[in-house]
């Protein structure tokens, strides 16, 4: 026969959804935050989130080609990682400490155990706990260094740890101090439903998650039962809607049984509400998430989906 | 809306073939009929080379239980019994006939009958007698299927109308153009079931043939018709009958276990033929679509007529197709050689002048879970190709892998380009043999 034919088998067609179209859609999804962060903080902050970003994907680039495999850069991973790291920075940290943050979360957390997908643990998330480890006075100073007077510069759960009241509004519309990327709920919100419409993340996770955790505070944070401030700003501070809805939903880290999603959401409310109420620093969304990554094969192996008809009913 | 929970949406194509009436296919001078065209054993050859056949006469006869007749659907002369390739690249013994263009009958063929004169055992000799096997994929030996060990606890006939493949439009054409067929067939069926309700089941993308099909239906007391979503893989056997009557079986289960019993409508429609007009299984209707054809069609194609001819009687090719592919395109078999016969399996012939496949490129999994998803049998497929991959069979067993319908769904929907689905078809027979050597060593032990 003289026509040439490609015999690869069954299936014959494929969904147009690839690995890097739906990093894109991460990246897509968080332009909202990040534009609001650099328009807030201003060059300093710019300069963070760029940092991370150049410095995730030559870190990847370097190490593909000292170990020599082909470069995978092109599935935009490294840009995601690069880009959340960014994000959960204070705004005025000095350039070392993002560069520092993504070398140890492509290097060390992401390349060493073998690359995209075979990580235990967030990447970026592991990046900024090294550097909060490594460099707390800087990760935990949000004074910044631009329009000091329109905001103080006591984070909201300071606030609320002091027995005070915060502005709901201001949080939800992103006038408060944080790290970068955290502090407008609407434009976190705003890229979660994108998220949502294109399908790209499940809304289990981040679901069960605040709602445990809301219950959570409303059982064990005595005096505060029934306060709606208190309750709101626990949910809108402290980077809670950024981690649930962008860092706990990371596929490789969490659970991929639909019951283990549920599971996941829970231990994660469970313990952030745990570490807001009686942990001495309100910064404990990122270390949750990466303590409940290492739960996961356990809630995977209790969670196996039962087969179709397996018990013939 | 009957629908099952998962499944995957690929874009249906159907609009290229839906409209173009079915037409019969011009025999060549030699056809080939392989003796075996179905699930179990292989038919026994019972004419030899030099022998006179007439078109309906059994060529090759059922050999054991699940097995079937193969029937020659030319009149003619047997010219050799040899081993010949077939659609799925295996060599087949066949019985190659050399067609006179007479199309001299066997007594009584064509003669209208009355099915409520018929007794229920002679019901099924004559669905044996007509070669007739599932059409709808597995070609599964209908006259076994219809003699389930207690009759009594059928209560549903499904006849799977959904056609839930892309680009094929086979089955529509058939419901559109041989209702009153369809329904004879069922009719012939539900004698077999007194306590049975025949329901007729269509996708929602086929809503003229599912109004013609309950208008003609309509004053029959023990048929219906139902609507299902359209969604891939509606037309499985487990998803149809969850679908409808929400029972769930398993691999190890028949439909009869769920009180059902599930025939494609083409099934159906030759039982009608067998029955009622005295016309065993001779013929396939083929899709011929994709856009590397001059033109797609709905053809008529006699058993035994080779793929090539087939493909002129399309009008041949427009560009050099990069991928041709005999059934679905989520379930056909990839072709390299059309110089084989359309068998009883042949559903459609689809040929693109692009294939999606050559260029993408596998990366790492990233656990995204689309699979999971997708997966209509409730699998972790990602989880099982890494078993697979290890040939960790113990593994592959504990995730249930054993109950994969290798449906397409979880490798439609992977963003990383896996082959998941011809890991799982390989695990198939790997895991069977894998536990029979277990049962040896124990044995030996």
């Known amino acids: ?313 | 809306m009957y629908t099952f929970k998962h499944g995957v949406h690929p874009d249906e194509q159907k609009e290229l073939a839906k409209d173009k009436v079915i037409k019969v296919v011009k025999a060549g001078k030699v056809l080939v009929f392989p003796v075996q065209q179905h699930i179990g054993a292989k038919a026994k050859p019972c004419v030899k080379a030099g022998d006179s056949v007439l078109v309906g006469q059994i060529i090759a006869e059922a050999d054991g239980f699940i097995s079937a007749n193969v029937l020659s659907s030319v009149s003619g002369k047997v010219t050799a019994i040899e081993n010949r390739l077939t659609v799925s690249g295996q060599k087949v013994e066949s019985i190659v006939v050399e067609n006179d263009e007479k199309y001299d009958a066997i007594e009584g063929f064509g003669i209208e009958r009355d099915f409520n004169s018929l007794s229920n055992d002679e019901i099924i000799k004559i669905v044996k007698n007509a070669g007739i096997v599932g059409l709808g994929g597995a070609n599964f030996p209908t006259h076994v299927k219809l003699t389930p060990k207690d009759p009594d606890k059928i209560e549903y006939v499904l006849v799977n109308g959904a056609e839930c493949e892309p680009y094929l439009t086979s089955d529509y054409r058939l419901m559109l153009e041989e209702t009153e067929t369809l329904v004879k067939g069922l009719q012939c069926i539900l004698k077999l079931f007194p306590k049975a309700k025949g329901i007729i089941c269509i996708e929602d993308n086929k809503k003229d043939a599912y109004e013609k099909i309950t208008k003609a239906c309509s004053s029959i007391a023990n048929i219906e018709t139902a609507i299902m979503k359209t969604k891939y893989p509606q037309g499985g056997e487990r998803q149809l009958i969850f679908a409808i009557t929400g029972r769930k079986i398993n691999v190890s289960m028949l439909p009869a276990d769920a009180g059902c019993i599930v025939d494609n409508v083409d099934t159906v429609v030759s039982i009608g033929n067998a029955v009622c007009k005295s016309t065993p299984l001779l013929r396939r209707i083929m899709t011929i679509s994709g856009d590397a054809f001059n033109e797609t069609a709905n053809l008529n194609v006699r058993f035994g007529i080779s793929y090539k001819d087939v493909i002129d009687a399309a009008g041949g090719f427009k560009t050099n197709p990069e991928k041709v592919v005999s059934g679905g395109p989520m379930m056909g078999i990839p072709m390299y050689d059309f110089d084989v016969p359309v068998s009883k399996g042949s559903s459609a012939l689809l040929a693109f002048t692009k294939d999606p496949l050559a260029k993408s490129k596998e990366t790492n999994c990233i656990n995204c879970g689309r699979c999971v998803s997708a997966c209509p049998i409730y699998l972790l497929p990602t989880r099982m190709y890494k078993a697979a991959k290890k040939d960790n069979f113990e593994e592959y067993i504990r995730l249930n892998g054993t109950e994969c319908i290798t449906c397409g769904s979880c490798s439609y929907v992977c963003p990383a380009r896996k082959p998941l689905t011809p890991y799982f078809s390989y695990m198939k027979s790997a895991v069977r043999t894998y536990l029979n050597n277990k049962k040896e060593k124990e044995n030996v032990k």
Request: charged letters at 10%; hydrophobic letters at 50%; proline letters at 5%.
């Open chain 1, 1 to 313: 026969m003289d026509i040439k034919l490609n015999v690869q088998s069954s299936p014959h067609v494929r969904d147009s959804v690839s690995t890097s179209s739906i990093m894109l859609d991460v990246i897509i999804s968080m332009l909202p935050a990040t534009a609001w962060g650099i328009l807030r903080f201003g060059l300093n902050a710019a300069l963070v989130v760029i940092v991370s970003i150049v410095v995730a994907v030559l870190s990847e680039t370097i190490f593909n080609i000292i170990i020599k495999k082909p470069n995978t850069i092109s599935d935009l991973s490294c840009v995601v990682t690069g880009l959340i790291l960014g994000l959960n920075m204070p705004p005025n940290v000095p350039l070392f400490i993002p560069v520092v943050g993504s070398v140890f979360a492509i290097v060390i957390v992401k390349m060493l155990f073998g690359g995209l997908g075979q990580n235990f643990m967030n990447p970026a998330l592991a990046g900024r706990c090294f550097c909060v480890i490594s460099f707390a006075s800087y990760m935990n100073n949000f004074q910044s260094t631009m329009s000091v007077d329109t905001f103080t510069s006591a984070t909201p759960l300071i606030v609320l740890k002091n027995g005070q009241e915060v502005d709901l509004l201001k949080m939800f519309f992103g006038y408060i101090p944080g790290t970068i990327g955290e502090i407008s709920t609407i434009c976190l919100l705003l890229g979660a439903i994108y998220l949502i419409v294109k399908k790209v993340i499940d809304l289990r996770i981040p679901l069960v998650y605040i709602f445990t955790f809301v219950i959570f505070i409303m059982l064990f944070s005595k005096g505060n039962t029934t306060n709606v401030n208190y309750i709101m700003g626990e949910v809108l501070g402290g980077g809670l809607i950024f981690g649930a809805f962008y860092m706990a939903t990371d596929y490789v880290t969490a659970p991929i049984t639909p019951l283990g999603k549920v599971l996941y959401g829970i231990v994660l409310g469970v313990l952030t509400g745990l570490f807001r109420i009686y942990g001495k620093s309100g910064e404990s969304v990122s270390f949750v998430i990466l303590m409940s990554n290492l739960l996961v094969p356990l809630i995977e192996s209790i969670t196996m989906p039962a087969a179709f008809g397996k018990d013939g009913k």
